[in-house]
Nanobody
């Protein structure tokens, strides 16, 4: 059974940093792109970052470029999201997901999410 478990969320002041982790189990995802999404209260879920299967390509939402960095560890079957210079508008539930290989852009596995709250 595939599981994605996020961790590392919490409460932080504006300007601070957090590092999110997403540990995958049940199968390996070395050949899959992975991504991070977030959902703020009352808003739709939005894309945050994506890393290709090879780690050679990363993509970011404009709102987080220069502040967030996505990375992955093949040894640990884990993807990370380093978040620096956090802003109150970064508050939300952060989800990691695995992108399907047959339909790029379609995410086939999702974690349960971890709450990030940034106070002003």
């Amino acid at each position: 059974q595939v599981q994605l478990v996020e961790s590392g969320g919490g409460l932080v002041q504006a300007g601070g940093s957090l590092r999110l982790s997403c540990a995958a189990s049940g199968r390996r995802f070395d050949d899959y792109a992975m991504g991070w999404f977030r959902q703020a209260p009352g808003k739709e879920r939005e894309f945050v970052a994506r890393i290709s299967s090879s780690s050679l390509t990363t993509d970011y939402a404009e709102s987080v470029k220069g502040r967030f960095t996505i990375s992955r560890s093949y040894a640990k079957n884990t993807v990370f999201l380093q978040m620096n210079t956090l802003r109150p508008e970064d508050t939300g539930v952060y989800y990691c997901a695995v992108e399907g290989r047959l339909r790029p852009g379609e995410y086939i596995y999702w974690g349960q999410g971890t709450q990030v709250t940034v106070s002003s």
